[in-house]
Each structure stands twice: as C-alpha cells, then as structure tokens.
C-alpha cells in the first residue's frame, strides 16, 4: 500500500512485517492499558492471541518493547539474543575444556552462524539463543547433581520455552536431553532425574504460554492440516548451503536459479567462513590426548553426531526420513528446522579447533589440508552434476563465483594454518588472521539478511487505512495482508500466525477443508460477488488504487494513491437477533469484554460474528448463559422476550491455571537457586 515508498530488502523477511510487527503493536498497545492481551478482535473475526506463542508476549526479548519505542526495543532483541547466543556457546566450550580464545572462535561462530542470522528477528532465533546455556547448564548439572543447578536449568528452560517457538523448543530440548544423557557417566541414575526435574520445572515456568496454547491448538486449522507427510523435510541437496551459501541464489539479489522451491531461510547452515577446515582440528591425535582428562572429546564427538543428525533429519533421505515424519511430535514439526544442530554443532567444533590450532597441535596443516580438499571435491561434483540446470537458468556464472570465493577463502585459511603449524614466530598473527577470515563472511551475511526499513515507514497512518477504520464502524474490513488489521485497529477476517481457528478457515475456503500443508496465511480468495462474505459480515474491502470496480453491491467510497476502499451494503451487522427487534447496540466494545443492549419480541438467539472460543462466558442480565457455536464459527446465545443485557467476557480457563502454575513453579525455582548459596 506504499508503493512507491520502499520495496522489500528482504522479502523472505516478510513475516516481521506482516506478523511479529503488528504483534508486538498490539501487545504493547493492550499491556499499556493495563490488560493483559488474551485475545486479538483484528484478526480472523477475533482470536486467541496470548494462546499463539509466536506473538511473543511473555518472551524475554520482548520485554525491551513494554518501556522503549518500537525501533529501540526491536534492536535491543536482536542484539539480545545475539549476547545470549555467544556468551552461552562461550561459557559451555569453556566449561568443556576448551580455552579462552576457542571459545570466543565458537561464540563468535554460533552468533553469527546462518541458521541465526537468517531467523534473528523471528521467536526461532530467541528460542535458539538458549541452546548453549542450556548445555552448559547440563553440564554443570551431571557433573554436580544438587538444587542449585536444577533450579538454574529449570530457568533457562523456562526462558527458551517462552522464547515464542514451541517447534524450534522441542529440537532444542531434545538436542540438551540427547546431550545430558551422553554426558551423564556410568551411574546416571541421580545426574538423569535431576535433568528431567529441570526439563520438567521449566516446562512449568511456561506453563501460563503453553496451556492456552495446547488449548487453541486443539482447534486449530494447522492440527488439521499437518499430516504425516514428507512435508517438513529438504531435498538432500539442499545441504550444499552448508559447504557454499545462498548455492541455489539469494533472497537478496536476482532470482536468477532455486530449483529447490523453498524458503531460502530453511537452508542457512554455514557456521563461518573456515568451519569445515578448523572442526577437524578437533578430532588430532595429539589433541585428542592432551585433552583426554578435561573430557573434551567426547563433548566433540557428541557434537560430530548431532550435527549429522540434524542434517539427516532436515534432509530427504531413505533411511531416517521415513522414520521421523511418522512419529509423534516430528510429524507435526518442519523437520528442516533441525538443522540448528548442524550449524550450532559446527560452530562448538570450529571453537575447538581453534583452540587446537592456538596451542600447537601437531598435525593441524595436514588435516585442514584434507579437509578442505574434500569440500572441493564435493563442490566441483555438485556444480558438474548442476551444470545442465545452471545454464538453462543463466546461473552458471553466480554459482562458479560463489563457490570460487568459498574455496578460495578455504585456500587462504589453509596456508595459514600451515603458518601457524609451522613457524611459532608467526603463530600469533596467523592465527589472528584465520579468526578475522572465519567470521567475516558470517557477520556480513548476517548484516545483509537482516536489512531494517526507515522507521517513517514502520505502520505508517495511510488515508485509506485511516478511513477504512472510520468507515466500519466496529464492522468487518478485508485487508490487502493479514495482520494489518491488528497494527492499524482494523477488525479483519484474514489472518496469519500458524494456528488459524479451523471454523474460520472453513468459511474462507467457501465451506471446504483447504488443502494441506502448512500454516499459511488464512485469506479470503474468492470474488466479491461471494455469499460468504455477507456471512462474515464484510462491509469494506480495500483494493489497490488501479480496481476499477468490483461488480454489483459494492460501491467505491474512498479512492487515492495508497488504495481504493468498497462499500457492501447488504452485508449482515456483526450482531443481530435472528428473530424479529431492532438491532443490538455495542454499550461496550474491548478485546476481551462485549456489553449489547438487545430488544426482543420474542423468545430467539442472539448471533454476534466473533470467533467462538471456550474461554468466552455470557451473561444475561448478569446470569451465565450458555454460548452456543453458530455458523461454524461464530458465538449465539439464547434470550427471551424483552430488554436485556448480554455480557461477553473472555476468561480462558489454561490461562489461569497456567499463570497459578508458573506462579508457583517460579517459587520453586527461587527456593532451590537461594538453597545451596
């Protein structure tokens, strides 16, 4: 709607856009007034909002946004989660062995590693940040069982789980789990209950997030579609972009070849520039007996095992794909997504191998060497096998320079690992010079992927917007994107924040399950002619400025530069009696709270056309009633002749339980970290 003002930087970025904005908008808006935002009226003829964990209401990295502007607040979080993310990957490769500098290779590395960059301003990266506290968390726990430790797990836990991602979550903890039991010893017996009581503290902690989400989750459109499919996976070429980033093209320049079909965000798994010729370093005999005692190999090799496995999950393959995406939660779950691993796993390896590079290690020049000429094989292999597909796309070029650059980055960073290995009066510099080369590629990605627009142009109040919000009058509006309606206090139909109430998805889709898969944005598709838009009761729909016009009924009331707006006159008010009365009066009108003053002349039921949900309770005349579903989606209760008073009040009952047993889980929490001190 501002065409002409600005263009994307970064359209797979869209969502901060079109979701995370107009979230955060309206969570500060509400907690401002002193409300907690249980539900969202401007989205999908109202829905759950604290329930859609994505929203990010009670994460960490929100918290900047409830006392600093929007812009402050949003870079406050990134940079948030990037402390986290770096300190926590330092402090576990430290408490595993690893010294100073390697570690600050493997925080560096995992900061700015591509899985990162690529989901920084999504709940994916927030909930991510935590993984390495939460090994290292681990970690002190096996090794010293007690209160403390459980209590401080039990927060880190907490945290990531609130972080906005319950998917993201569950490869993160099963990736912690996986590594407390490998690093549990052979008595694990007290070191094992101890992690499950964190694990099951924490969940606790998120407690007041996850129950009201397990709850719109059972009525979710989302739960019906995801199916026990191959879905969620990538095509096993797809982990090229771990060897050669943006291989299949860029979001960030010319579309010139993806034959993979996908969101380019799903294959970001580089872990710096010289990933795959330092992780080896890790695994030198010589090292290997130096650090025997500290337990570092093991740590090393668990890492070496994850990260294969978070490929293979992520990637199609014939023996663990069939597996995962027929087993409970993976076959609800986008199983790319567990290629954090990969790249979590290949930055703690690159900060080991550092480390060996740093102290000496014999052997370090013949291994990088290998190393490095094994990725040339595989790259020279798959631009041969590709060679066909790249010149009837016109890529042939884009594709050699970017694996030319990559190699000739992995040359460099082998000669110095030769000068280090090889001349100790060098060492220091040489080795300075393999750090700078590692993560220059890195931090410059992530500063590309991750563009910001000028803040004027942050939900800036368009005329049309503004008289569209004028001109409904508490009524329903169609909206060119979903979620607009939430920034601009605009109560639209369509939707977007991968749950979706199924009644509401039914009627956009005319009535017919949509086809699977994904949680794709919920949009009305058909023409304006279309009887269910009068069941939805919309009145205005707003149209580019070039719609010339939309066929009977409708009738142009506003037209500009920004956008044209069209009037239905026959479209059903938002409540009504289904016997005869005037229509109902809206004596109040809030998110979570709907007084009307209805008149009936006879026993009837009263419709209003916001979503049904069970946390809605009505009151007649200040007595509970029953609220009834009508029309698949929409909330009805009966009432008798006469004047009334029909209250409608959210009150959702996970939310309370929730909230008392966070509550108390965070006492707990409070009594075992202050028990040992």
Not at 270 to 289: D, K, Q, Y
Not at 529 to 550: F, T, W
Request: hydrophobic share 55%; proline share 9%; glycine share 10%.
């Amino acid at each position: 709607m501002a065409r002409g003002r600005a263009r994307p930087s970064n359209p797979v970025q869209l969502d901060a856009a079109i979701a995370f904005g107009p979230w955060l908008t309206y969570a500060v808006r509400e907690v401002g007034r002193g409300r907690w935002p249980l539900w969202n009226p401007y989205a999908y003829c109202g829905s759950p909002f604290l329930a859609n964990p994505q929203a990010g209401i009670l994460s960490p990295f929100t918290l900047p946004a409830y006392v600093l502007p929007l812009s402050a607040a949003l870079a406050a979080a990134a940079w948030l989660k990037l402390a986290i993310a770096g300190w926590g990957m330092y402090a576990f490769l430290r408490a595993t062995g690893a010294g100073a500098l390697g570690g600050l290779c493997g925080g560096a590395s995992y900061q700015w590693c591509g899985w990162l960059a690529v989901w920084l301003r999504f709940p994916q990266a927030g909930v991510a940040a935590w993984l390495p506290l939460l090994l290292w968390l681990a970690e002190k726990l096996v090794r010293a069982p007690g209160a403390r430790p459980v209590g401080l797990l039990a927060l880190a836990t907490g945290a990531s789980a609130l972080a906005g991602h319950p998917e993201t979550s569950f490869h993160v903890l099963l990736l912690a789990g996986a590594y407390g039991l490998a690093r549990a010893g052979p008595a694990p017996g007290r070191a094992l209950a101890a992690l499950a009581a964190a694990f099951a503290l924490g969940g606790a902690l998120a407690a007041v997030q996850y129950l009201p989400f397990l709850d719109y989750l059972s009525r979710s459109a989302v739960l019906e579609l995801r199916t026990a499919s191959a879905a969620g996976v990538l095509p096993a070429r797809a982990f090229l972009e771990a060897f050669v980033p943006a291989y299949h093209g860029s979001p960030l320049g010319p579309p010139v070849w993806h034959p993979l079909g996908i969101n380019p965000n799903e294959t970001a798994v580089a872990a710096g520039g010289l990933a795959w010729i330092l992780a080896p370093l890790a695994f030198l005999p010589a090292f290997s007996r130096r650090a025997a005692a500290r337990g570092r190999i093991p740590v090393a090799w668990f890492l070496a095992g994850a990260a294969v496995a978070g490929a293979l999950i992520a990637c199609r393959n014939p023996v663990v794909t069939p597996v995962v995406t027929h087993v409970p939660p993976f076959s609800m779950t986008l199983n790319a997504r567990t290629l954090l691993w990969t790249s979590f796993c290949l930055s703690g390896l690159a900060g080991f191998g550092f480390d060996a590079l740093v102290r000496g290690v014999r052997g370090a020049l013949n291994a990088a060497a290998a190393s490095a000429a094994a990725v040339a094989v595989v790259i020279a292999a798959a631009i041969a096998l590709d060679a066909g597909r790249l010149a009837a796309a016109g890529a042939v070029l884009p594709a050699v320079g970017r694996a030319g650059a990559v190699l000739g980055l992995l040359g460099a960073g082998v000669l110095l690992v030769g000068v280090a290995a090889r001349s100790p009066a060098w060492r220091r510099p040489a080795v300075v010079l393999v750090l700078l080369l590692h993560l220059f590629p890195a931090v410059r990605d992530a500063a590309s992927a991750n563009r910001v627009s000028p803040r004027a142009l942050w939900y800036p109040e368009l005329p049309a917007l503004a008289f569209a919000r004028r001109a409904a009058g508490g009524g329903r509006v169609i909206l060119p994107l979903p979620n607009l309606g939430t920034a601009y206090r605009i109560r639209d139909v369509s939707g977007y924040d991968a749950i979706a109430p199924a009644g509401i998805r039914r009627l956009l889709a005319g009535g017919e399950a949509p086809p699977a898969y994904g949680p794709g944005p919920v949009l009305f598709q058909g023409s304006a002619s279309s009887p269910i838009l009068d069941r939805l009761g919309v009145r205005l729909l707003v149209k580019p400025p070039d719609v010339a016009g939309l066929g009977p009924g409708w009738t142009c009331a506003y037209r500009g530069p920004d956008a044209t707006v069209w009037r239905h006159a026959g479209a059903l008010p938002r409540a009504r009696l289904e016997g005869s009365g005037p229509p109902p009066v809206f004596a109040s009108d809030e998110p979570a709270r709907v007084v009307l003053r209805v008149k009936a002349a006879g026993r009837t039921r009263l419709v209003l056309m916001d979503t049904w949900d069970p946390g809605w309770k009505a009151f007649l005349d200040g007595r509970r009633v029953r609220v009834a579903l009508a029309e698949q989606a929409f909330r009805a209760v009966e009432v008798e002749a006469g004047a009334h008073t029909v209250e409608f009040r959210y009150d959702p009952l996970p939310f309370k339980a929730g909230l008392w047993l966070a509550a108390a889980a965070l006492g707990l929490v409070a009594w075992l970290v202050r028990k040992e001190r």
